[in-house]
C-alpha cells in the first residue's frame, strides 16, 4: 500500500501565483508570469530544479474572457496548451513527486464551436497526466471547475462575477443603468474559491482527478439581482441581444470523482466578493499570463 505524503510550504510550487485560484493557497512559494516564463521550456526546469518543490499546483493560463476566447481561439490554445507541456515535461526531469493541474469543465462540452479550442486544451492536460505517469512515474491528477469567483481576481476576464460586480460598479459612479448582453435565463454553476481551496487542500494526497461544481444552478439575472441588492444599486439593468448559445454547462464527470461544494451561500459569497473588490478596485491590474 502506497505511503501517503503530507505536504508542507516548503515542498509547494503554485505556477499562476498571482490568479484567482492560486492567489488563495496559503503556505506555499507562488510565482507568476513576472517570474518565471511558463512559455519557455528551458526557464520552467531552471525554475522547478532551483525551488525542488515535491508538488507543484498548475493553475497558470492566458488571459481570458469568452469574447478574447471566440475571436483569437488559436492563440489562446497555443499559448495554453505550451505552458503545460513545459511544466509536465520539467516537472518530469527535475523529478517533481506530484503535479496537480486546475482545469475547467469546459472539457466535457462536445460539439461547441464557440469553445472547441478551450474543451480540447483542457483534455491535453489530462492527456499529459495519463502519458507522463506512464512514462515517467510522474503523480499528477486534474481538478475540473465550474465557474470559479472569489477574492483576488485581477480584472473582469476572471469570470461573469468579476465583470457584474465593475459593470455594477462603474454605474452607481456615473449615475447610468446597466446594459448587458447576452440571454438573462441561461443558467450556470457558480462556486467560491475558498471553498475550492478547501477541497483541493483537503484531498491533496488523493491522486484522483475530481470535479469540483454545486447542485445549485443560477440564471444570469439572479446573480445580477444579488449583486445589485448588495451594492445597492438602484438604476436598471437592461438585456439585450444574444453573446452565446450555451444555455447551461452539464457537466458529464465520466469517471471522475464529483465534489460538491455548498459550503458557503451565493449572496455570502458575493458579500466578500464584492468588499474585496471595493476595498481592492483602485489597485487593481491585468496580465497576460498569470
Known amino acids: 500500500m502506497e505511503k501517503r505524503r503530507s505536504y508542507t510550504i516548503s515542498m509547494k510550487l503554485i505556477f499562476g501565483g498571482s490568479g484567482l485560484v492560486g492567489s488563495n493557497f496559503t503556505d506555499a512559494v507562488k ?16 525554475c522547478i530544479q532551483h525551488y ?8 497558470a493560463c492566458k488571459k481570458l474572457s469568452s469574447k478574447l476566447l471566440y475571436d483569437n481561439g488559436a492563440d489562446y490554445f497555443d499559448e495554453n ?20 493541474v486546475i482545469a475547467s469543465i469546459n472539457a466535457f462540452l462536445k460539439n461547441n ?12 492536460k489530462k492527456t499529459l497526466s495519463t502519458e507522463y505517469h506512464k512514462q515517467y512515474g510522474l503523480k499528477s491528477k486534474v481538478i475540473y471547475l465550474s465557474n470559479v469567483f472569489g477574492p483576488f ?3 473582469t476576464c476572471n469570470g461573469f462575477v468579476p465583470f457584474i460586480i465593475e459593470k455594477c460598479h462603474n454605474a452607481i459612479k456615473n449615475k447610468t443603468d446597466i446594459n448587458l448582453i447576452g440571454n438573462k435565463l441561461h443558467k450556470r454553476n457558480f462556486i467560491y474559491i475558498k471553498d475550492v481551496i478547501d477541497i483541493i487542500e483537503s484531498n491533496i494526497n488523493s491522486n484522483e482527478d475530481m470535479v469540483i461544481t454545486t447542485k445549485i444552478s443560477y440564471t444570469l439575472e439572479e ?15 437592461i438585456w439585450s441581444g444574444g453573446y452565446d448559445d450555451i444555455q447551461n454547462k452539464d457537466i458529464e464527470s465520466l469517471n ?13 459569497a458575493l458579500e466578500e466578493t464584492i468588499g474585496w473588490y471595493l476595498e481592492n478596485e483602485k489597485n487593481s491590474y491585468s ?3 498569470l
Open 81 to 100: 496548451v505550451k505552458i503545460s507541456l513545459n511544466i509536465f515535461k520539467a516537472a518530469a526531469i527535475a523529478g517533481v513527486d506530484k503535479v496537480i
Open 223 to 237: 446573480v445580477v439581482n444579488m449583486v445589485t441588492d448588495i451594492m445597492n444599486f438602484d438604476g436598471n439593468v
Open 153 to 155: 481576481f485581477k480584472d
Open 113 to 124: 464551436e464557440l469553445l472547441s479550442s478551450d474543451m480540447i486544451n483542457h483534455n491535453i
Open 256 to 268: 471522475h470523482r464529483v465534489k460538491f461544494t455548498n459550503k458557503t451561500s451565493m449572496y455570502n
Open 287 to 289: 496580465t497576460n499570463i
Open 31 to 46: 510565482l507568476s508570469s513576472r517570474d518565471v516564463n511558463l512559455l519557455s521550456y528551458e526557464d520552467t526546469l531552471k
Open 52 to 59: 525542488k518543490p515535491e508538488l507543484i499546483v498548475h493553475s
